[in-house]
């Protein structure tokens, strides 16, 4: 890696030209939503933060273990600034840092790495079995059988599911599980299980833009009616 070269990018979207690259970033997100029906406000310069500190942990992880600490004192400074900015917008949230760096909390220990389906749930089996296939035939998502249903027990072998539409179908289907009990309480929130465990052809998805896509999603059943048919067809099997 050109440590200088992407001292100088950083140092560009960091300091130099903050505001510039905030807006970009905002860019991107109204594009992956598809529409802009939400105010940019200082969550947007929050989630933009969490990005830039996401990119400067991995640089400055490979530092330590490098001998040149000159460098790794330059973006220790860069740290230093976007951490100052992150501590003082008001959307400041530890367990977001607890989520970058990895650190478990009690409450985290306590949840489950895969997707857990209601006890009530007795034909569980089959129940994912349809779903995949329903999702399958319809170009939602796309990838093989023995992928999709490792969502849903613990295993080694997990992957992302690509999901090929709509960020609010994947909010709406998560939303019509949870909502019609097939989902257990306790699980991650829709947009955690959205960006844990799926993601679209260009990679993973943007928290902010899955908050607005699942505010919609909660607030306009009619918004998806596909996926609302699918979910009740499920129903049906239990």
Known sequence: MDYKKEYKKLKMKIVDKFDY???????IDIS??????YLITEI??????LSLESELKFIIDDLISNDNKELLIQFIGLKRVLNYRIVKNKNYDKKDFFELYEI???M????????????????????????????????????NATDFKNLFCESKNRVQIIWLKRQVDLLGLIF???????????NWTKSQIAIFFF???KGDYRKRSLEVSSTKAMKEDDSYPEISKIVNSLIELN
Not at 21 to 27: A, G, V
Not at 44 to 49: A, I, L, M, P, V
Not at 108 to 121: G, P, Q, S, W
Not at 127 to 138: C, D, G, R, Y
């Open 32 to 37: 992956e939503a598809g529409e802009v029906d």
């Open 44 to 49: 947007d310069e929050y989630y933009f933060c």
């Open 104 to 106: 478990k909390s009690e």
């Open 199 to 201: 993601k679209n052809k």
């Open 176 to 186: 019509l599980l949870d909502r019609k009990n097939i989902l257990s309480k306790n």
């Open 21 to 27: 690259w905030l807006d970009n970033y905002i860019m």
């Open 108 to 143: 985290d220990k306590e949840r489950f790495n895969y997707i857990k389906l209601n006890t009530n749930v007795i034909k569980s089996k089959l129940l994912i079995n349809e779903l995949f296939k329903k999702l399958v035939s319809q170009q939602f998502i796309e990838c």
